[in-house]
């Protein structure tokens, strides 16, 4: 057996994970390739989500992948038998976004977990991320039920399919460093760490919980029995509360995922800290640092800089425009663009020179006379001086680290000026 079972936490069809696809898809060369649908089949924007996960894997995975649409069971005929056949015949398959319920009441007592295990087996891939993730443990959270409708904390049957193909009692938990919350706690996939430890307590003995960070990947190969931990952040074994956690590069054997060493949460932190992080992990995260260079640029008066950081922008919304991810992130990175080009065009007004390189001598040198004068208490002169560079357009503040001016006409396109007194 030379196969792969994938869990990415987050992230898979963002550009974080193009790497990690693309070096999946080398372990099947031009086999077929699947995209099981049924985690979002009830979604209203199935067809949407759907298009652009291929889409995504098209166009940058470079991948064509075809559906195998199973968004309730199929019913007894030619269509069940048509959608067996296919994925009898893949070599990779993938499954994302969605609920991990539903997607249980659509694949428990098919054929369909027996099947994906044999993709495996026969060397092919399986793909599970985010809700699809949940599933494949023994155990699964119904993190919707529980985070959104306000069920009590408790576990639903999972297809097992880790303990099928490599022997390990794992629960997998995507989405396990989330910080969506802010101020409440959403590690563990929504969980917490209170929700959390109450469930552990209902684990059998060998059971333990996989975690896999966001834009993360854990590779588990039954065959060599190792994991290769992929991607930006980090795998955690957790039973009973302690914790092994293994950083983006981590090849580790079956027996040191399960009995590795023990952590306390202060080293769990360092752990991901040290965890290698290459391309950011959101597009607002994208447009964010895109837009601090533009302003550092903007304020260096340099255009060239200013329209790098722009393209740059245009090119993450190109980039990020398959993530099936749902949020308003697209609508905050094109506030942004349509301001970054607004400003740049204040500053292409006057070419880009600082309109205030010309008059500064005087200005430095009117102020130096004002300063003279206040400390010699020559409070008629200071405040003729001030007056008269504002009737000349020049506006001076009195700040804690010194005098600042600008011109009062153009103060929100150009940065204020240390002056000399």
Request: proline content about 5%; hydrophobic content about 40%.
């Amino acid at each position: 057996m030379t196969g792969r079972l994938v869990v990415m936490g987050s992230g898979e069809t963002a550009p974080t994970m193009i790497k990690v696809h693309r070096r999946l898809f080398e372990l099947v060369g031009d086999s077929p390739a699947l995209l099981l649908d049924t985690p979002y089949g009830f979604q209203e924007n199935a067809d949407e989500i759907t298009a652009r996960a291929r889409k995504y894997f098209c166009d940058s995975v470079g991948r064509s992948v075809d559906v195998l649409s199973w968004r309730e069971e199929p019913v007894e005929g030619l269509a069940r038998e048509r959608a067996l056949a296919a994925l009898r015949a893949a070599r990779w398959v993938f499954a994302g976004p969605g609920s991990p319920t539903y997607a249980l009441r659509q694949w428990t007592g098919t054929p369909l977990p027996v099947m994906l295990a044999d993709v495996v087996r026969s060397g092919g891939v399986v793909v599970f991320a985010s809700a699809a993730a949940l599933t494949l443990g023994s155990h699964a959270v119904p993190v919707y039920e529980i985070y959104k409708a306000g069920e009590p904390a408790c576990w639903r049957p999972g297809l097992d399919l880790v303990h099928r193909l490599t022997g390990l009692y794992a629960v997998v938990i995507p989405h396990y460093d989330n910080a969506e919350g802010g101020h409440h706690d959403t590690r563990y996939c929504y969980l917490g760490e209170r929700r959390l430890a109450l469930l552990e307590r209902e684990l059998p003995d060998e059971a333990f919980v996989l975690g896999v960070d966001e834009h993360t990947g854990c590779i588990l190969d039954p065959s060599a029995e190792t994991v290769t931990v992929v991607g930006n952040g980090t795998v955690t074994s957790r039973r009973r509360g302690l914790s092994s956690v293994f950083v983006s590069g981590s090849v580790v054997t079956f027996g040191e995922l399960t009995g590795g060493r023990v952590v306390t949460p202060a080293a769990v932190a360092d752990d991901r800290a040290g965890a290698a992080v290459n391309v950011a992990t959101s597009l607002r995260a994208a447009a964010d640092a895109h837009e601090t260079a533009f302003v550092s640029a903007l304020r260096g008066h340099d255009i060239a800089g200013c329209v790098a950081a722009i393209l740059a922008l245009e090119q993450s919304l190109a980039d990020w425009s398959a993530d099936t991810l749902t949020s308003d992130e697209a609508d905050h990175a094109h506030s942004l663009l349509r301001s970054m080009v607004v400003r740049l065009g204040g500053l292409a007004e006057h070419g880009g020179w600082d309109p205030r390189a010309p008059v500064a001598p005087f200005v430095d040198a009117l102020l130096r006379i004002r300063s003279n004068a206040r400390e010699a208490k020559d409070f008629a002169t200071s405040d003729a001086v001030r007056d008269s560079l504002a009737a000349a357009g020049v506006e001076v503040r009195d700040t804690p680290t010194g005098v600042e001016w600008e011109f009062a006409t153009s103060g929100k396109s150009t940065p204020p000026r240390t002056g000399k007194g």
